[in-house]
């Protein structure tokens, strides 16, 4: 249990924190049920606790309207990568931990009724961090949307890609990018949400590249960490460096929105971006070349020989 | 710890983890010696013309990113690379070789040029990565390097890539998305710096090597992971020590190369490099039960063993078929990827 | 000087000089009242619904021009439009409405936004001119404006542009270029501000209203030229005397070009655009001997014609069929262009 | 004749200002015939004098592979514009003075057997200023270049829009950024060279749109005039502002070219800036829509009533 130091020096079994949580900016001590109610905003200083994948969908989409996909998917320990742990016992200790198999979560579902595809990032697993899986979970949903031609919203919060993974984690930038182009050159549009924290290479890849990019209030998004941005120059880090308000006014963010405001926004803009009804270059247009999202990658995936 | 194993093809003396850190660690300095010859001076070799083109039309020429025309044995090109410096002075200018937005902007227009003139690319990656600092965070580096990504990969022109020294995480995928990469033997890749991954893995920076070898940074893993598709060999002590060989080498390699491509239907160029970086990495798919399937079985076992020989490599283990530190000819100097090494 | 002129379908008593220096001048002191409804508030008025977006994923948010979605009676539009500001802080916050270049690559990004969703552009048009100073100068204004004017040249999507307030040279025109493009009664154009010009060409500030006079800046004489397509009648007194009516009447003209131009065919679209502007202008051709042959005879004069009906308009000439000031009703109150007019 | 101070305190009667001239950046007397043979470089100061517009031409083009086209357009007075005097005068002095009947003059040549088409300004007449006719030979050439394939080349030297001419001048900057958008759509290289001076109208139109810009050494190249941009804010204009090299620091020139090496520099851009042999966007590509060059548009004028 985490010990923490109380206001009004009330004692501290006034507060078991399974019933309470503490602000980190203002020490509010939050009853958990109302801070739930109030979407894990606090009640006080308006800040904005993490969400678990589940609570970021329940929150945006219409009641039992998604369905995920891929749920199976589990990253692989290519690299044999061990640092302090090997990365197998990090991935099982993640997903014991969390209930999750890793780090997002994507399928349709609808908000107020329009049909959108979603992915949510969840940072609870290993940081959010971008491995292989979500980088194929995020592929595929950009590349469900192309085929069903349905608006993409992606919820991103991430340290960036997963060091475990090495350079295929890295190559998880090109993948999803790569989607995405497509995705654009179809005609179909894609909202990037931009929530605490979203660093390293998921700002510098999908999480940057949305038609409309909508930031959380006061969330840390940066591509480096500000102690290394700090390190690198002798210099100050400006007032509020990284956080979505800055992202705004350096004209990286449209629109910086409360949590409370979120749905109502997204469903404002899904009133004009609708996928355009015909697709505009040739060459570049429609479905994606491996089929109808996996399809065809089950094919490729058929034509390597069972055993090694 | 030594010991014998026998697998199909590779059959060789494990190196100590010791050994093995060291000779991956020297392979770190090799891509970092600034004697390594950089992407300017590696273009002059390589072509017989290059007219460098400057600035983003937004911001600023960045010097840590250049680029232009150039004609390699007679194939008009546009090159585009990081460029350090050799000396301090000009290290210093260069940043060395760490760039800010518009240096990844000034690759967008690049590439947008050759696209509308129907030239190729060929792009130099070797960066400590792309520059951190707030003026850089300011100007949006994270969105030019992923808008840099994203048109790569659209790019209606054949790319050829060349791994030539650091490769350094996203700052140096902006300008890597390829239809072919190369890499040179002693090249890197790497999703962070050792040195990064050690003070966050380890949380403390006396762990580079450790975080080295983890990585599989090296160009012959790279090679067995399939992020690379060739690792060129560099002439003996490195390219340093012979800049002219080690350009005529990438020429060779890099004239091979775009003969193959400039042949190819726009689409399928388009739809193969797609599924070039759609296929890139690795996972399972967990059972009912809960317990996870391998997606691809028995791959991750042929890949380790591939890294492994790879591995072995680095600390001159004898007698491998695919030992990319021998010096041969053009054609014979190269490892392909895929079932047959 | 009272002089009395037949022509057909014109016959005023015209104006002496200094009364029309004064009419065209109280014209450019409405275009510049500060009072009078900016893009904003025009657009909230306009619309049942705005959505602001920000930002050109380059540099900064620049207040000075504004952007989004919008609903015009259940049209949907992407609307962009230049900025001042009513109140002192507000307009400083704003810099008077004068953009800096990051303002018109807000604008390019939103309308590549819009051609990609198949949206139709609303446009509206209101500054002194493109911010000079340096800051503006290193980061290319002129680059900015230059490659907002050719991507509105060739946005396969339809744009409805209308001056309401200064349409202040170079920086007006970056967001100008419509298939249609239309004015508020009391908004002037120019190549230049009176006080430039002035400086200039009289080199003294203090002929800014002869200047004003000689660029025949007014709305009724820029459709004479035919820059403009039409005039948009305000309420007496102005817009500002009574903003909703002023809304009202543009929504509606706005709404029926929309209507027009959402049937066009897109390459019709792009070529009727192109022709619109590539007929900007007269010249002559001289013969051989040297003299000039007018290009087309009896145009200019023609133009002049109706050049000099707009400007009697100015100072309330009565019984004229084209008076802009007079108050009607949607359909009514606007004047084309063409040979009926 | 204008006075000017002599160096060394050498007699007036040294220099009769027909044989010699003064370079204003260093004072150096300079033999005229020399000057030209040095491409009107200052031999001592490197100084760039302005070039006329057959003079730009003789030095870039093979010899007499120039042919000029629509030598015979003038500029009419269409708003009946006075200021100190009629434009009409204006123009007619501009004529008596230079030769040409306007600023700008284009048509096919040869650079080293390269077939091209070139367009280049006179400063010379009324400041290079760009009315009605300057923007329709510029837009005549790149229409030219779109048709038959041919790179074009624009040589710039100008004080911006033609004043007199009202917002049809400005309306110039509308029709050539068309015609140029439609060159590039059209895989027709466009190479922009920006001398002394550069700005207004001009430089914030097609000016700016090279697919290369060159500019020469310390050419004057900006948006607003040197002195609005110093009275707009009340600050010290940073070194070389506006100059060529602040461009190219500023990345808007992609080379700063001296003289002697502009004809070799293009030639070697030529090399690779070929137009493509295949068209790439349908819809915007091909000829332009008024057809070969001014086809339609003659036959749009011959639509007019000849008597108004
Ligand atoms: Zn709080
Ligand atoms: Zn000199």
Known sequence: MPSFKLPFGRARQEYPPNLWTKCPDCAEMLYNKQLDKNQRVCTRCGHHFRLRADQRIAQLLDRDSFREQDANLESVDMLGFVDQKPYSERLAAAHAATGSRDAAVWGPGTIAGTRVVVCVMDFAFMGGSMGTVVGEKVTRAAEHALDERLPLIIVASSGGARMQEGTLSLMQLAKTCAALGRLGDGGVPFISVLTDPTTGGVFASFAALGDVNIAEPKALIGFAGARVAAGTIAEELPEGFQRAEFLYDHGFADLVVPRAKLRETLLGLLRYMKPSAQVERAGQNGSSPLGRSAQLFDELIRREPTHG | ?341
Not at chain 2, 176 to 194: R, T
Not at chain 2, 216 to 231: K, M, N, S
Not at chain 2, 295 to 314: C, F, H, W
């Open chain 2, 1 to 341: 710890m030594v010991e014998q194993r026998t697998a199909a093809s590779v059959a060789v003396v494990e190196p100590t983890p010791d050994e093995l850190r060291s000779a991956i660690w020297a392979r770190v300095q090799q891509a970092r010696n600034v004697k390594r010859p950089h992407t300017l001076e590696l273009i002059q070799s390589i072509a017989t013309e290059v007219i460098e083109l400057h600035g983003d039309r937004l911001f600023r020429d960045d010097p840590a990113i250049v680029g232009g025309f150039c004609r390699i044995d007679g194939r008009r090109a546009v090159f585009v690379g990081h460029q350090k410096g050799a000396e301090t002075d000009e290290n210093i200018r260069r940043n060395f070789g760490m760039p800010h937005p518009e240096g990844y902007r000034k690759a967008i227009r690049l590439f947008r040029l050759a696209e509308r003139l129907g030239l190729p690319i060929v792009t130099f990656i070797d960066t400590p990565g792309a520059f951190p600092g707030p003026a850089s965070e300011e100007r949006g580096v994270a969105e030019a390097i992923a808008r840099a990504i994203m048109t790569m990969c659209g790019l209606r022109t054949p790319i050829v890539t060349v791994i030539t020294g650091e490769g350094g995480s996203g700052g140096a995928l902006a300008l890597a998305v390829g239809d072919v990469v190369l890499a040179l033997e002693n090249s890197i890749y790497s999703v962070i710096s050792p040195e990064g991954a050690a003070s966050i893995l380890w949380r403390s920076a006396e762990y580079s090597q450790q975080a080295a070898a983890a990585m599989r940074l090296t160009a012959a893993e790279q090679l067995a992971l399939g992020v690379i598709d060739e690792v060129v060999p560099e002439p003996p002590g490195g390219a340093h020590t012979n800049p002219e060989e080690t350009a005529r080498r990438l020429r060779a390699r890099i004239a091979a190369h775009l003969d193959a491509l400039a042949g190819r239907e726009r689409k399928a160029l388009l739809d193969a490099r797609y599924a070039r970086y759609r296929n890139m990495g690795e996972f399972a798919i967990a059972a009912e039960s809960g317990e996870a399937q391998p997606q691809r079985p028995g791959l991750r076992a042929r890949i380790r063993r591939v890294l492994d020989a790879g591995r072995n490599a680095l600390v001159g283990g004898e007698g491998e078929t695919n030992d990319p530190t021998a010096d041969s000819t053009d054609e014979a100097d190269v490892q392909r990827t895929g079932e047959g090494s």
